[in-house]
Structures are given as C-alpha cells and as structure tokens.
C-alpha cells in the first residue's frame, strides 16, 4: 500500500552542486520532503550561495544562475535548520551516495539511515529502460516533474519511493525473505525497505509454488515436448518453381489477400526470384535493394518453402535487435499465416546472453559478497518471475560492474554442458531450450557478431546449416570484427584479481571453503598452500600489471612529445617499428616480467581444477560449480596473456594492435583486433555452405560490388541490385539547418 505499518516519517533529500567532484565543487541549492507514506508532513528548501562561479553546464541543466545564489546564505549557515529538519529519521534520495557525500561534509544527516530509489528500482524493475529519476517517474505514471531543482526532485524522490514500496509488498513472501537474507550482511542501501516490509508481512502464510531450484516463474516451467520435430535430415533437394514462388506476390496472390493495402512491387518479386534461384541452385548472391523493396519478405518466403520442402534449416543473420524482434514477432508470423506453412522459427544468441539455472543456484547458497553482486542477483530472482526466455537482454544491466555480475550467472561456462542441464533441470535452462527450438526450427534468426565469432572460436553454437542470409550485410565485417576483438584496462586486471581473490575471499575463498567440506586433511593441507601461492601470485600480477601499464604511459607521452593530451583520445598503433624504439623496451621487460607471474598463476589454476572434475563427474553440483568458475578465469586470463604477448612482442600477422588513452579518464586501453575477416568468410561460410546470400541498401561502392568482394573473399558470388519504389524525388524534402548553435555554446 506503499505505506510501512508503525514507521516513523521518512525524508525525501535531493541537492543541486556545481559540478560532481566534492573537494572541488560545492552545493547550490537543497530541497527536503517529510512524508510518511504517501502523505507529506513538510517541505524545506534553500538556495546556496557556493562562493564561486556556477558553469554554464550546470546553469542550463538546472535553470539556477549566478544571481539567483548571489545574495542566498552560504552552506554553513543554513545546516543547523536543515539538521533539525531531517531529524534521525531515515533519507531516502536517489544515488544518494551522491548527496549524502556533500551533506555529510558539511555535517549533516551522519546517523540517519540511508535508502537508495536506484537501488530499489534496480532490483524491482529489471526491465525498466532507464534509472535516472525523469524516467522512472515516467515509467511509474508519476505526473511530479523531475527538473533537476532540489524541491521538484525530492518530490519526485518520494512518489518514485511509494511506487517502489508497492512493489516490494508484492513480491513473493518467499522471495522478500531470501532478498532480506542475502542483503544484512551487507551495506546494500536498499536493505532498510526490504526489511520493513518483511517485519509487516513476516505473518502472512506463504502461498507461492515452489518449483525446481526453488525458483519462482514460467521460465521453470516443464518446457514442451519436441519429439518428431528434427530439422536436417537428409533428403534430396526438392527445387522450387520460380515462378509458383514469385505468384505469392502477385496482386492476386497469397499476400494481397492477406494484407490490408497490400502494394505490388517489380523490385521485391525480383529478388525474391535471384533469392529462391540461389538456394535451388546452390549459388552464393549478393543483393543491393533499395529503401521500400521489401527485402525480409522477398527472401523470407523462398526461404520458408524451401526449408519446409526439403526439412532443412536456413539461417537468418541480422545487425540489429530491431530487425530480429520485427522477423522473430511479426514478419514470420505474418508469412506462416499468410502461407498456411508448418514453419518453426527461432532466435538464438551467444551463450553469455542466458542465465544458467546451476549458475544462479550456487550464487544463492554462497549468497552475494557485495551490494553490486547483491543488486544483480536481486534484481534476476525479480526478472524470473516473468521471464520465459532467461536472455539477458530483457534486463537493464547497468554499466561493466552489473555486466561482470551476470557473467557469473550466464551459460558461458566451462562447466555449462547440455547433457547436465538436461539432467538435472528436466529442460528448464533457458540455453538448453533456445539450443533445442533451433535444432527444430526451419528459420533460425541469429546475429552477425554470432555468426562467424562462434564458428571461428570453436564454440559450435550454432547446429549444423547449409543456407544463410545475411542481412544488413554491410555491418557484417565490422559486427564480426568487433566480436572478436580484445580490449582490456588496468582496472579490468584489479577486478579480475579481486573476483579470484585469496584463502577466505573471491573464487580462491568459495574453493578452499568446499574443500574443506568434501576433502581429506591430507588433501587440503596441498591445496592450502597452492591456494595461498595462487593468492600471492594474482596480487603480485596485479602490481606488475601497474608498472606495465605506467612503461606505457610513457610511451604514449614521448609519441605526443611531452604535449598535454587533447580534447580526444590518444591512439597509436603498435606495428614492427614500434617495437623497435628505445623507449619500447621498457614496455617489453614490463611484460615480461607480468608474463611470467601471470604463466604460473595459470598452471595452480588448471591444478586446483583436478580434484574439482573429479567431485564433479561424482555429479556433485558445487564441484561442477567451482571447476567451470575456475575454468573461466583460467580461460580470461589465457585471454589476456594471448593478446598482451602479441601486442608487446610477438604480433599475429592478421591482426592490429593499438594502445588508446582517453583524456576524460586518463584510462589506457590495449586493444587487438583481427585485420581482415575475408579468410574466415572463405574458410566458414563460402567453402562450407551450399548458399550465403547477402542483402542490404548499401552494399554497392559506386555501382560495383567489388571492394565488397575483396574484404569478405565473395569471389564467386553473383550479384544483383533492386533500386527503391519510393519516388524520391517528390516525396522527400533535404532540410539544411543553418542556425544550430556550437555545443560548447551554452546560451
């Protein structure tokens, strides 16, 4: 009801700075509602005059001037009203890390228990769009402006805090008591509201199902039965009649009875003809069609006729999720209906991109060591609820903490197999279940960075094809280019030293607190000490790590000759005659000291995974759990020490190396990335398939298709271009705006 029965009031806090660094900006205005649940007791609100300048950015994002605070009391002046105020009852605000940072230098709310609306929306809406305090207000119907002035926004704060109570009286009993569990022992700033609705609700019998795992959702379902439905079994190849094909778009065909307002269009009928040519006759075709052709349904309905006449699969390759969503959820149910075609189709994705039930099981009973893992893991239990899918993509995983968390949780796992999932969730994990629906579908939808990236690295996703189309091809190389590149930051170091952390903390502590559960003395007594070394070597890595990464820095500096940097990041490739330069030196020794550290962490890493595999094929779940967790870090770090060799002196031959510095974050960043991907296209796609079909507006470079050809090896592949039934020329109107001010210019 949004209100915490016999609860005191609660303060609603928002403050406007001159900037976000609070030892050098300072508060300019403070705002502050008193409620208690929906109900307001009181306002406070003040000006500040900062005695300094406000930048313009601050004064166009908030509306506050110079001479609005020139004559307002300084922030000394006003903290002993604003104290009495607040009182010691708790303050909520949004990010109020933020808040809470400045006021508290100033000597306010110390003792006040804090609450986070970001850390509640982050855990009771999983899929909201965005977290900022306009948007939730938005997404939650509150009609209350978030202006960016302390006032509006505190407001704002309190009505987006009554929705989030609401929703935390509606969660499962059971589900609110596991969140509660998980949480205490941390400084998790949403714990408070957990834990004030649970008192409430603590005698409520409990009236949720359990099912297996002790999960909550449709995704736990008994997922349906597939027997009799195996796509790919040889057949010989039924070719089509062109021409039947091409009669589904006639102005009296299947289509035009179909849709409302349905437009007959030469250009769409004669790639749908090149289309179902290529397929019969085993051809590779590249596809130039313009705006308004139609160009999903001319290679749509070839495609759904042939693999429904000969039980054969053809797979679908996009850039976009958009394009997926509109082929997955309605150009193939209109085509299937329109057709009254038996035709399965289905989506699949990387394995990173699906939550593994096994995964999510072990970081339960361990339980979250910190407020991020704590937020993720909230806010996935939330998601099940209604998920029917377990794909990541429905969730809003902010920034790369949240996004290392659902690493942890996803099904890119060394110990992610299909046959153990099978047996123990019954058909519940959601890879296994988008795996199967693409084993059985005829049109499979995937992505380009999957598309290639998978079948390079050995990863064999994908079931077995022999027919793709690839559309919006023009994006194909640099998707599959960004796929398989590498990059990494010091940072991206620390926090994988930390995740692996030592004997009592990280994946070390989980591994050395099994062991002591299913080991002999004996036994323990070696891993302790491989443990312990494994600990010291990570640490040690981590430090080498900074000396490497400060002998790249100074290279950097001397290629800009000493120059302070830019407005823009700083990028220098790393080619033959970089690593001839004095100054390089400095970088290879660094590296090769790390190196060597880092060689002998791997070999404890790929030791202490023995007794683990063992525990594991005795089918003991927490063993399973820890080999595939250290089979993943062996495997990042493997990773790092390939790419980090090639940059610094060994370099692949297809591949570019670059060192970045960006001048907002003084971060450096190490990046590698294949030079070429023809050869893969050749070696996966051209020689292996039976038919690759390209499609897209632009794949032509001044009417030719030849730079096209000789970036991704399309040597033999016949081509085709369709212009646009769209009369440009009276239908469309260039605008040239000649007034847009410079965005340095804040007036």
């Not at 009296?252 to 007959?264: H, I, L, R």
């Not at 970089?578 to 390089?584: C, D, G, S």
């Not at 020490?641 to 670059?658: F, K, Q, S, V």
Request: proline share 5%; aromatic share 8%.
């Amino acid at each position: 009801t949004g209100i915490i029965v016999g609860m005191s009031s609660i303060v609603a806090v928002d403050i406007e700075t001159t900037g976000l660094n609070p030892d050098e900006d300072a508060i300019i205005e403070i705002g502050a509602v008193k409620f208690n649940g929906r109900r307001v007791e009181d306002e406070w609100s003040t000006l500040i005059n900062p005695r300094r300048p406000i930048p313009p950015f601050i004064t166009q994002l908030t509306g506050i001037t110079n001479n609005m605070v020139r004559n307002a009391p300084v922030l000394q002046d006003v903290m002993a009203d604003f104290i009495a105020f607040a009182g010691d009852v708790p303050v909520v605000g949004h990010n109020i890390s933020f808040d809470l940072t400045f006021l508290r230098r100033a000597g306010a709310l110390h003792h006040n228990t804090d609450i986070d609306t970001y850390e509640l929306a982050a855990v009771l809406m999983p899929t909201a769009s965005r977290y900022n305090l306009s948007s939730l207000a938005q997404q939650l119907n509150i009609l209350l402006p978030a202006t960016h002035r302390a006032l509006d926004d505190a407001r704002a704060t309190h009505a987006v805090f009554i929705e989030l109570l609401q929703k935390v009286h509606e969660l499962p009993l059971e589900l609110l008591a596991e969140i509660v569990r998980m949480g205490e022992p941390l400084e998790w700033q949403a714990n408070w509201t957990f834990q004030q609705v649970l008192r409430q609700r603590i005698k409520e019998p409990v009236k949720a199902k359990k099912v297996a795992g002790g999960t909550h959702g449709p995704l736990f379902e008994k997922p349906l039965s597939t027997e009799g439905q195996q796509i790919g079994a040889e057949s010989d190849d039924l070719p089509l009649n062109i021409d039947d094909v091409a009669a589904v778009l006639d102005l009296g065909g299947q289509f035009a009875a179909y849709f409302d307002d349905y437009e007959y269009r030469p250009q769409q009928v004669a790639m749908l003809r090149s289309v179902a040519g290529a397929l019969t006759n085993a051809q590779h075709l590249m596809v130039e069609a313009g705006t308004g052709t139609g160009k999903s349904f001319a290679y749509l309905i070839p495609a759904a006729y042939w693999a429904v006449n000969n039980n054969t699969k053809v797979v679908v390759s996009t850039n976009t999720i958009n394009l997926q969503d509109q082929l997955i959820n309605k150009d193939i149910p209109d085509l299937r209906e329109a057709l009254n075609l038996p035709l399965r189709a289905a989506v699949l994705k990387g394995r990173s991109n699906y939550l593994c039930p096994r995964r999510l099981a072990a970081m339960r009973r361990r339980s979250p060591e910190n407020a991020v893992e704590m937020r993720v893991l909230g806010k996935v239990l939330v998601w099940l609820l209604e998920s029917r899918t377990g794909d990541r993509t429905e969730i809003n995983l902010n920034g790369n903490a949240e996004r290392m968390v659902w690493s942890r949780l996803s099904a890119e796992d060394e110990g992610c197999r299909l046959e153990v999932c099978l047996k123990r969730t019954g058909g519940r994990c959601p890879f296994y279940r988008a795996k199967v629906a693409a084993e059985n579908a005829h049109i499979l939808v995937v992505n380009h960075a999957l598309l290639l990236a998978d079948t390079a690295t050995g990863n064999r996703v994908l079931p077995p094809y022999d027919y793709l189309i690839v559309d919006e091809a023009h994006h194909l190389e640099s998707a599959t280019t960004n796929a398989m590149s590498f990059r990494v930051r010091a940072i991206d170091v620390q926090r994988l030293v930390r995740e692996l952390g030592g004997p009592k903390s990280g994946v070390l502590g989980r591994f050395m607190d099994l062991c002591e559960d299913l080991l002999k003395p004996a036994q323990m007594a070696v891993l302790s000490q491989l443990v312990k070394k494994a600990s010291d070597l990570s640490f040690r890595f981590d430090n080498q790590m900074n000396q490497y990464f400060q002998a790249l820095s100074a290279f950097l500096e001397e290629q800009r000759d000493g120059r302070p940097l830019g407005t823009y990041p700083q990028q220098e490739r790393v080619i033959p005659a970089t690593r001839t330069l004095p100054i390089w030196m400095d970088v290879e020794i660094g590296w090769e000291i790390a190196n060597e550290t880092l060689k002998g962490l791997m070999a404890i890493l790929r030791e202490l995974r023995t007794p683990m595999r063992e525990l594991a094929d005795q089918e003991n779940e927490d063993a399973e759990d820890m080999w595939g967790s250290l089979g993943t870090m062996y495997i990042r770090l493997e990773e790092i020490e390939h790419n980090l060799t090639g940059l610094t002196m060994e370099p692949d031959l297809n591949t570019i190396y670059w060192v970045e510095i960006n001048p907002n974050y003084m971060e450096i960043n190490l990046n590698a990335a294949p030079l070429h991907i023809g050869q893969l296209m050749e070696k996966y796609l051209w020689f292996q398939k039976r038919s690759v079909i390209l499609t897209s507006a632009t794949l032509t470079t001044n009417g030719e298709f030849e730079y096209l050809r000789h970036r991704l090896n399309a040597e033999d592949a016949d081509e085709l271009v369709v212009g646009s039934p769209f009369d440009y020329e009276t239908a469309a109107m260039l605008y040239f705006a000649t007034d847009v001010p410079e965005p340095s210019n804040y007036n």
